[in-house]
């Protein structure tokens, strides 16, 4: 059985980082992401990578600022923030695909994923 974990997430000023974690097991993964949801809004897709491609997509509003990374030793995937913005406050969540894809319009589509980790709260206060 596939577990993703989170942790990382807090309260903390705009202009300050975070880093976020999610430790995976049970499964290998072809694709793997982080989504986050705001409250009454819905989810969207923060950053995913394909490993077969090797390439991440960002979304526009994170680029430059967030960086997505792994440690395949530790089988965790990390969310670096930085220069966090009140806008950038949601609930975080990883998430794991075993069906490989090429297409960036499967890949950032929160509903093609197939594993969740519990997410974890980021709020930026400004």
């Known amino acids: 059985q596939a577990q993703l974990v989170e942790s990382g997430g807090g309260l903390v000023q705009a202009g300050d980082s975070l880093r976020l974690s999610c430790a995976t097991s049970?499964?290998?993964?072809?694709?793997m992401g982080w989504f986050r949801q705001a409250p009454g809004k819905e989810p969207e897709f923060v950053v995913v990578v394909s490993w077969s491609r090797g390439i991440a997509h960002y979304a526009d509003s994170v680029k430059g600022r967030f960086t997505i990374s792994s440690d395949n030793a530790k089988n965790t995937l990390y969310l670096q923030m930085n220069s966090l913005k009140p806008e950038d406050t949601a609930v975080y969540s990883c998430?794991?695909?075993?069906?490989?894809?090429?297409?960036?319009?499967?890949?950032?589509?929160?509903?093609?994923?197939?594993?969740w980790g519990q997410g974890t709260q980021v709020t930026v206060s400004s």
């Open positions: 049970g499964r290998t993964f072809s694709s």
């Open positions: 998430a794991a695909r075993t069906r490989d894809s090429w297409s960036t319009v499967v890949l950032t589509n929160a509903n093609e994923y197939d594993y």
